[in-house]
């Protein structure tokens, strides 16, 4: 149950409760070249994704420094107004009257936090200097009751997350810092290439990670809004991370969520992971490449890395085949998978067939399908979004030299909109075949419910929420 919920609070910092939902759902903002360029949740969440959820992508280069708080030039999410409504999830401490009271408790708020932070080691001192100054960021609220009404499909997020430009960053970042890199697989073990995907995907390789105030944005959280509890602890870690003196106070900027450095931890995750590689006594994932690939190994080993074992494999699925079995919970090995009728493109061969794997779907019975190991998902306990994940083993295996998948996906198919896709769901549940909650995101149980339904009608029972089987619900 703990390490549940441990993958939840990191799940909940990374995606900024947007991307774990839907990996695929993006704000309809149109991307600056340099994003499409290169690649959201901030990345992780505001290295990348979030930049792409909020249109607020600030480019730095490596060597650019970060500015204290009253230098910082405002990104054009920063200098965006709070919109002065009830968020969107319905929560009462969503609502703009239970907004405008929290935020003028705030310093009271703030304040009433010393005990805790002593109770960690915070002295009174360092207290009173990080919190001096803090302002709530109201904006904040509308970010984190985001429902952006338009989702991207797998393929347009893999293309912008897996570009060329990004895999020639990579290999260049490999070459850069392969000493580091050397060491922390002595050390840890961990798929060099997966590292350095992570950092490209979060941050871009630090160059967009955000540039709020950490310790500013999880106070406004832990004070304000509906993850209160969550974000407190994210904010007395942070101030231990600078009572510490592992990160600068002026470095320490990231995420609207409080995700930092180049492969995106919250400060509760930077506790348990981070560490310091090159014993210079800091833990730094900002400013300290050796720190930042070593944690993010160690983040990595310790959800269960297997040594010496790739992600998974793209696969050709059969046609008729009965994607009822396409489900995390039913793993096979992939000799049975291969019995069913699975193949790798090409005639390759699976080098174990002993391991077990999951099949993944992502665009139904027209797209590839993929048998997902064991290491796939400890990239999901890192970002719990297939979509994500996926990103990350194809980049790896892009920087290693590896080709882009071999079969097609179905760019033809319409992407449904928040609203149809709400639909879908009332019209699943009608029928008897849903029994969540609609909320317009396409998660596991609508998926299961996809299934049953398509099987009920005689299609492939893919799961794949398309525009054609809308309209079969609707009885045209």
């Known amino acids: 149950m703990a390490g549940t919920m441990m993958r939840k609070r990191r799940a909940i910092g990374r995606t900024a409760g947007v991307l774990a939902l839907c990996a695929a759902t993006l704000s309809g903002a149109v991307l600056p070249t340099a994003a499409l360029a290169q690649s959201a949740s901030g990345g992780g969440p505001l290295s990348f994704f979030d930049n792409i959820f909020t249109g607020s992508i600030t480019q730095r280069t490596p060597s650019q420094r970060a500015l204290a708080p009253s230098q910082a030039p405002a990104s054009s999410s920063a200098a965006l107004p709070w919109s002065g409504e009830d968020g969107a999830s319905g929560n009462p401490l969503m609502t703009a009257g239970a907004i405008r009271q929290a935020a003028a408790n705030f310093p009271n708020c703030v304040a009433s936090m010393w005990p805790d932070a002593a109770r960690r080691g915070v002295s009174r001192e360092s207290f009173e200097r990080f919190t001096a100054g803090l302002t709530p960021d109201l904006r904040l609220m509308d970010l984190m009751d985001s429902q952006p009404e338009f989702t991207k499909a797998i393929w347009d997020y893999l293309d ?45 390789y ?22 209160q509890a969550y974000f407190k602890d994210e904010f007395l870690s942070a101030l231990e991370i600078l009572h510490r003196g592992d990160v600068r106070p002026d470095h320490l900027r990231g995420s609207w969520a409080g995700a930092f450095g180049g492969t995106q931890f919250m400060p509760t995750s930077f506790k348990r992971y981070a560490v310091d590689f090159d014993g210079d006594g800091r833990r730094d994932v900002v400013d300290n490449p050796a720190d930042l690939i070593a944690s993010t190994a160690n983040n990595l080993k310790k959800d269960g890395w297997q040594t010496g074992k790739t992600w998974g494999y793209e696969v050709e699925v059969p046609r008729g085949f009965n994607y009822m079995l396409a489900d995390r919970a039913k793993a096979m090995t992939l000799a ?32 590839p399908g993929f048998l997902m190991l064991q290491n796939f998902r400890v990239i999901m306990k890192y970002n719990p979004a297939e979509a994500y994940a996926l990103a990350i083993g194809h980049f790896a295996d892009r920087l290693r030299g590896g080709q ?35 909320d317009g995101q396409i998660g596991s149980l609508t998926r299961d419910a996809l299934r049953s339904f398509q099987a009920s009608i005689g299609t492939a029972a893919d799961g794949f929420a398309s525009s054609d089987v809308l309209d079969r619900l609707r009885g045209r």
């Open 160 to 204: 912008i997350l897996v570009s060329d430009a990004r895999i020639a960053r990579g290999r260049e970042i490999l070459a850069q810092y392969k000493p580091q890199f050397d060491a922390m697989e002595r050390a840890y073990g961990v798929d060099r290439y997966i590292v350095a995907s992570i950092w490209g995907i979060e941050s871009n």
């Open 206 to 227: 630090g160059t967009q990670g955000g540039d709020r105030s950490v310790v500013n944005s999880t106070a406004t959280l832990a004070c304000i809004g509906r993850r």
């Open 336 to 367: 049975q998978w291969q019995h069913l009728g699975l193949k790798r493109p090409r005639g390759k061969p699976f080098p174990h067939g002993a391991d077990k794997a999951y099949l993944l779907a992502p665009a139904g019975a027209e797209g």
């Open 404 to 438: 882009p998948f071999v079969q097609a996906w179905p760019r033809q198919e319409r992407v449904l909109s928040r609203n149809e896709r709400l639909e879908l769901q009332q019209l699943l549940a009608q029928r008897g075949f849903y029994r969540g909650t609609p």
